[in-house]
């Protein structure tokens, strides 16, 4: 089952500052999400929860502890190394879409792609493909200020997921949009998972947490609680 | 449960045999809440009673039908046009012993409440599977299936924010040393007025 494991953290502690004016972050964060798991990550603001998610995707190093994505050590690799390892596994979706207005759909799709030295014609037709899954593809040179809010979620969400990139970190993504459209967005998540991808979908609400498969609770830094720990396969055999 | 006025509700689309009636109020209500025959039975004696439906033997005098009435569907109007009032709600349950709870010593009130919230939040993650399972409705009962799943999903959410909400609350009377276990008040009550819940502080310490 090893293999499943898609990202890894061990022990991490995220400290700011020293002696008595330190501030503790993260403290013995261990959480692993395997292909086709989507996990919650619960708390109130101040909790840690974002600072759990820029480590969990490289963008910021822990002051200890490991994190492992797709099998690498990221405390073993140079920024350069782990630049390109993020933009091979992984993408972020935010509140607020962080889509390049000056770009269309295809275009902020592939980008990573081509960040990454593929093929201008190949990065397209991976990010038409991925554009294809949320389906949009009927939008992919459409820019972002043409689309409506679900939609740029959803194209975010295809970035996310482009290529070989098989983990989503998710921060309130459904947070800018109502609530229909927020559950058409986080319906897509879960199906990009249920096909084979895994994330960590950050949230205060419960209401959005209920799509995952485990739910974790953060406070001070620290996971106080898991609910609704079930095996990955009996949930599978639960969806038709 | 307004049991009988969706029956009516439902005869007022057209006349029914109550074994149609059991089956359209079930779908239309995405099978949440299943009735048995005594209680579909029961309700139409009641609405016949009250003259809000009528019934007639079949053309091959088998079995029954039912039709509203005028009257019924005056009640039908009124039903849709009012509010629903609660007086009491499951939740209430929860509520007391939540509220009983703070009251008694030696009792990890943070434990109840954390117990409580994960049992809500794994029915939380249930219904979102039921309704991840359902796509967009295309009929009217798919539509009505899931307006009910959300119904039960927002109930469920209220209930995790006021268990958020009571914790925090608990956490601060506590910080502050305020609202310690209340024992029981021996003052014997006075006639003609309420006993006052008032309490010494040695008491309150012990």
């Known amino acids: ?240 | 449960m307004s049991v009988k006025q969706s029956l009516l509700a439902i005869l007022q689309v057209g006349p029914c045999h109550g074994y149609q009636l059991k089956g359209e109020f079930e779908r239309r209500t995405g099978s949440t809440w299943p009735l048995n025959a005594g209680q579909i039975y029961n309700t139409l004696d009641r609405l016949e009673r009250d003259g809000l439906v009528e019934r007639e033997p079949d053309e091959d005098d088998q079995q029954m039908r039912y039709f509203i009435t005028s009257t019924g569907r005056q009640e039908v109007a009124g039903w849709l046009g009012s509010p629903v009032l609660r007086a009491s709600t499951v939740r209430d349950e929860l509520a007391i012993k939540l509220a009983i709870a703070v009251t008694l010593p030696h009792v990890d009130i943070a434990r109840v409440i954390q117990v409580q919230r994960s049992a809500t939040l794994g029915t939380l993650q249930d219904l979102t599977r039921t309704k991840a399972a359902t796509d967009d409705p295309e009929t009217s009962d798919e539509l009505a299936g899931l307006l009910v799943i959300d119904s039960l999903i927002f109930s469920a959410e209220a209930e995790i924010r006021w268990l958020d909400h009571s914790e925090t609350r608990l956490a601060r009377a506590s910080a502050a040393g305020l609202a310690g276990p209340l024992p029981i008040n021996r003052e014997p009550a006075r006639r003609g007025r309420p006993a006052r819940a008032t309490t010494t502080v040695d008491e309150a310490r012990s």
């Open chain 1, 1 to 240: 089952m090893s293999s499943d494991i898609l990202l890894q953290l061990d022990g991490v502690a995220q400290h700011y500052g020293r002696g008595q004016t330190a501030v503790t972050a993260l403290s013995g964060v261990d959480l692993t999400v395997r292909a086709g798991e989507l996990v919650a990550v619960m708390g109130a603001s101040g909790s840690g929860k974002s600072t759990l998610l820029t480590i969990a995707g490289g963008l910021s190093t822990p002051t200890s502890g490991e994190v492992i994505i797709e099998g690498s050590w990221l405390s073993t690799m140079t920024p350069k190394a782990i630049a390109a390892l993020r933009r091979k596994t992984l993408g972020f979706v935010f509140q607020d879409f962080n889509l390049i207005p000056a770009l269309t759909a295809v275009e902020n799709v592939s980008l990573p792609l081509e960040l990454d030295g593929r093929k201008r014609s190949r990065a397209r037709s991976a990010a038409l493909d991925a554009l294809g899954t949320v389906e949009l593809a009927d939008r992919a040179s459409h820019f972002p200020d043409d689309l409506s809010g679900g939609q740029q979620q959803r194209v975010a969400i295809a970035r996310a997921i482009v290529g070989t990139r098989r983990i989503i970190l998710a921060d309130e993504p459904t947070g800018a949009l109502d609530s229909i459209t927020g559950e058409v967005v986080l319906r897509m998540l879960r199906r990009r998972v249920d096909a084979g991808a895994g994330g960590i979908l950050v949230t205060h609400d419960a209401r959005h947490a209920a799509w995952a498969d485990r739910i974790v609770f953060l406070r001070d830094g620290r996971i106080v609680d898991e609910s609704g720990s079930r095996s990955v396969d009996g949930l599978l055999g639960a969806r038709p």
